[in-house]
């Protein structure tokens, strides 16, 4: 899984990850870089870990030829690599998910509040909360890539959505944002935090969530009929969310591993769901 050297297609040269720094990578290398064996077609991403440990990482969306040196090399010690490079990356837990939700939701409504208006744009101090876990000293991990730890948990990061960076990728962190849309596919999703055709920045629910919360992906249309409920009555729809930070070709995908990684408008899933079902039955808003 750790693999040292890359070979960048733009000059055809080989790169060590100990002399590589995210910048050099982000402003030069990122989408250029593959496993160096021959006829491999294996795309690379550049991994500045904990503890200063640099790394490439195969890029999930491709596969090493067969019998690629770094594809055995990852099969042979995927438990003490996993080990090794994940010590450091915790689990959120679901308490510690729904905390940490909830507390960004209220700093960010009372920081609105005092800066004129509830629904005023971004209060000033929104990118320096950090929401206080147990001072474990990891960081946050989700989809299951760290080790689970009894307690509160690490802390968590807390970013406007239009205030992501690009060090953000690859990061676990508590995102706030307006809701713009929803797209529900057949094994996908997403809630779009800027309207259509911009550089967009939307949260994921992607196959790894569908797979894991089957049911709930299956009534992610009330949310999308509470979004569209809220949209007709020009509501603002607050959305708070934890999920690894993508960068796509067309934007910032927040990947999003369980249900109870967003809540709109200070709602979890289940609680939409439950207001969504009393406004059926009544046929008002309450
Ligand atoms: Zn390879």
Redesign the pocket.
Known sequence: MHIEEALCKMNNRVIKAKDLSRGLYFSKYKGYLY?K?EE?T?KLNFVDGNNRVKFFRTNPSTN??IG????VNHDENAGETKKKSYENRLNINNKHMNDTLERAFKKFISGSASNGGVFNKKPKYINSIKIKGDNVGGNPELFNDGLDIIGRGPNISTRFFSNLEKNDEGQIRCVIGYVNSMQLMQRHGYINLTPKGQNSVKVHFAEYFVVNNESEFNNMKIIDEYINLMNSIKEPIICCCIGRIKYVKIGINILIDRYQGFALNGMGFRRILAYMNEYKERGELT
């Open positions: 496993c064996e491999c294996a090493h030829k690629c040196p770094s594809e």
